[in-house]
């Protein structure tokens, strides 16, 4: 894919995951960072019409604490992440929706506890794929139109 065919967006952006009833969630776009990685609380491994699952609660809103979803997820995937403060952990992987301006498909997203982060999720590099190049010096580029 050449460069002209690719949507630039900022070093942070607004992203829709629907299937986990987020239609606004602001995310650091990090190229550093392999996976996308989501904040979440009370991770609960569980069976859902005979699949492996993990249950999960998420804050939709980071400026609203107080709401609170629970979802769940059929796991795809079981990883050791190095974080960005050097520890490893292991790391349930999530597959799901996202939508990013006009673009919709879908990414892995691994689930922690971001809590001690500026923002409730990283949008990595496989989430980027060969779809936009990213200006680190604009934020919120890729709005809808």
């Not at 409730?120 to 200006?135: Q, S």
Request: aromatic share 6%.
């Amino acid at each position: 894919m050449s460069t002209e065919n690719k949507v630039i967006i900022g070093c942070l952006e607004s992203i829709a995951l629907p299937e986990l009833a987020i239609d606004d969630l602001q995310v650091r776009v990090d190229t550093g960072a392999k996976t996308s990685s989501l904040h979440v609380d009370n991770i609960t491994k569980v069976t859902k019409n005979g699949k492996r699952c993990v249950s999960f609660d998420i804050h939709p809103d980071a400026y609203n604490v107080e709401t609170i979803v629970n979802c769940t997820a059929a796991i795809s995937d079981i990883r050791k992440v190095k974080s960005s403060n050097g520890n490893t952990e292991q790391r349930y992987v999530i597959r799901t929706p996202v939508i990013l301006g006009n673009e919709k498909w879908s990414i892995e997203i691994t689930l922690t506890d971001r809590s001690d982060m500026s923002y409730l999720m990283l949008f990595g590099r496989e989430a980027i794929g060969n779809k936009f190049l990213v200006d680190p010096s604009q934020v919120f580029l890729a709005m809808k139109t």
